[in-house]
């Protein structure tokens, strides 16, 4: 049985910071309890900046803009070092390690990971690293990308034109392999999620692979899998690359879905709260200016920079604007499928959405059944911190949620999550690994 407060998660206009943290006592009592609120509010930043990780994919734009546009400097932040990650699991372990022992000490992360992280189901011997999750980086705007081997077949939103393909191919003695970024993530849980829609076993119908992003397009292009899920630029690469095709964009299977966050250490936080702040803040406005159609090509040209993503630009530049090569033939224009940053409320960390997350890899393992998910996400998620960096700078009452639900989220295939009864959600699935 999974442990919830149906309280908590009734809907947009009951789960509030304060029922949450009642769901979680023992939790937040082990907080700092930051002066004046959630900061001090005399005095600058504690210290000048921070070591943040990111991983070359659009989604990493907030921390990239914030740097080139002196963004972080603005804010008191003036020696910030935003360093490339080789892979989910580096940027895990240079967590672990902290930026006082040549680590870092928060990144561009899978909304998922802080959770994984702190509760210590991925690292080493399983020892936790608490982390906190303060800001949603971005929705939407990953894909999930098929070998050219399968363009003839009718795949798409629907998986289910694969399952007969390949269980062929598993009976002729090869391997069926699926690939996605970091166990019990967002990628993996997208993909998942596609697979098992279209009746296609994630664990036991195909063999599902971890790859770095920036290894995905040229690991298919040598034949080492069949179908992956990753963020942009690559799925576009692929495309232009001619060696596979993309076969739905994640927003097609959840609009609008939480993807990226903000995920620091907490005890760089509790030690640092009013550059916390000033991080806060920064990112934020880096988000504005992301969320901008203005600012779409000078973005590209960022990102497609040899530090950061050493990619022609026209990957990045065309699925920031919502234009879709899915390739086949099969072009989209103006679509609402863009990366979002900021307006209406995206940089703002959703609990119900984190809830999804940790009942999603209660499905797949990750956690036990029992797990007390209101519990878990009022440790980790820090929307009260994002609250008041926006209030400092002035943020826009529409880009302020009132609440911490967004309320049931609906999927493509009619699935319903209410973050009020996970356990309805979980019932209604047939592919799963929990009773």
């Known amino acids: 049985m999974i442990r919830t407060d149906r309280a908590i998660f009734a809907g947009p206009k009951s789960l509030t910071r304060r029922s949450l943290l009642q769901s979680a006592s023992v939790a937040a009592a082990a907080r700092l309890a930051f002066p004046s609120g959630a900061f001090a509010q005399d005095g600058g930043p504690e210290v000048k900046g921070v070591k943040l990780g990111y991983i070359a994919l659009t989604d990493a734009a907030p921390l990239i803009i914030a740097q080139e546009k002196g963004i972080f400097a603005k804010h008191g932040l003036p020696e910030m070092s935003i360093e490339k990650?080789?892979?989910?699991?580096?940027?895990?372990?240079?967590?672990?390690?902290?930026?006082?022992?040549?680590?870092?000490?928060?990144?561009?992360?899978?909304?998922?990971?802080?959770?994984?992280?702190?509760?210590?189901?991925?690292?080493?011997?399983?020892?936790?690293?608490?982390?906190?999750l303060l800001a949603r980086l971005n929705y939407d705007s990953q894909a999930i990308s098929v070998a050219n081997e399968y363009r003839d077949t009718a795949v798409g939103l629907d998986s289910a034109p694969l399952k007969a393909v390949f269980a062929k191919k598993k009976a002729e003695g090869k391997e069926v392999k699926v690939a996605m970024t970091f166990p019990?993530?967002?990628?993996?849980?997208?993909?998942?999620?596609?697979?098992?829609?279209?009746?296609?076993?994630?664990?036991?119908?195909?063999?599902?692979?971890?790859?770095?992003?920036?290894?995905?397009?040229?690991?298919?292009?040598?034949?080492?899998?069949?179908?992956?899920c990753v963020g942009e630029p690559w799925n576009e690469q692929l495309v232009n690359q001619n060696i596979g095709f993309t076969a739905c964009t994640t927003g097609e299977i959840w609009k609008k879905h939480p993807e990226k966050a903000l995920?620091?250490?907490?005890d760089w936080v509790e030690k640092n709260p009013t550059a916390t702040r000033a991080l806060l803040m920064a990112v934020m406005e880096a988000q504005q200016w992301c969320d901008a159609f203005a600012n779409k090509n000078e973005m590209a040209e960022i990102l497609g920079k040899r530090q950061w993503f050493?990619?022609?630009?026209?990957?990045?530049?065309?699925?920031?604007?919502?234009?879709?090569?899915?390739?086949?033939?099969?072009?989209?224009?103006?679509?609402?499928?863009?990366?979002?940053?900021?307006?209406?409320?995206?940089?703002?960390?959703?609990?119900?959405?984190?809830?999804?997350?940790?009942?999603?890899?209660?499905?797949?393992?990750?956690?036990?059944?029992?797990?007390?998910?209101?519990?878990?996400?009022?440790?980790?998620?820090?929307?009260?911190?994002?609250?008041?960096a926006a209030k400092a700078l002035g943020a826009a009452a529409a880009d302020v949620p009132a609440t911490d639900s967004?309320?049931?989220?609906?999927?493509?295939?009619?699935?319903?999550?209410?973050p009020a009864d996970p356990q309805a959600y979980l019932k209604s699935l047939s592919i799963k690994r929990v009773a």
């Open 310 to 388: 050493n990619v022609p630009p026209a990957d990045v530049l065309g699925r920031l604007k919502g234009d879709i090569n899915y390739g086949r033939g099969k072009v989209a224009k103006g679509t609402d499928l863009f990366m979002k940053f900021w307006e209406g409320g995206v940089s703002f960390p959703y609990a119900s959405h984190d809830a999804w997350f940790i009942t999603e890899d209660i499905r797949w393992g990750k956690y036990d059944p029992a797990t007390d998910i209101n519990a878990l996400v009022a440790k980790v998620n820090r929307g009260d911190l994002w609250r008041d």
């Open 85 to 132: 990650q080789a892979s989910w699991a580096a940027t895990r372990d240079n967590i672990v390690l902290g930026g006082a022992h040549n680590g870092i000490d928060g990144a561009h992360i899978l909304s998922p990971m802080p959770y994984l992280i702190s509760t210590g189901k991925v690292t080493q011997n399983n020892v936790p690293t608490p982390m906190y």
């Open 263 to 266: 995920g620091m250490r907490a």
């Open 184 to 228: 019990g993530g967002t990628h993996d849980l997208w993909i998942r999620y596609w697979l098992a829609a279209g009746g296609i076993d994630p664990d036991k119908d195909v063999s599902t692979i971890v790859v770095p992003p920036p290894q995905m397009v040229a690991n298919m292009k040598v034949g080492n899998m069949d179908a992956f």
């Open 406 to 418: 967004r309320g049931p989220e609906t999927f493509f295939d009619g699935k319903v999550f209410d």
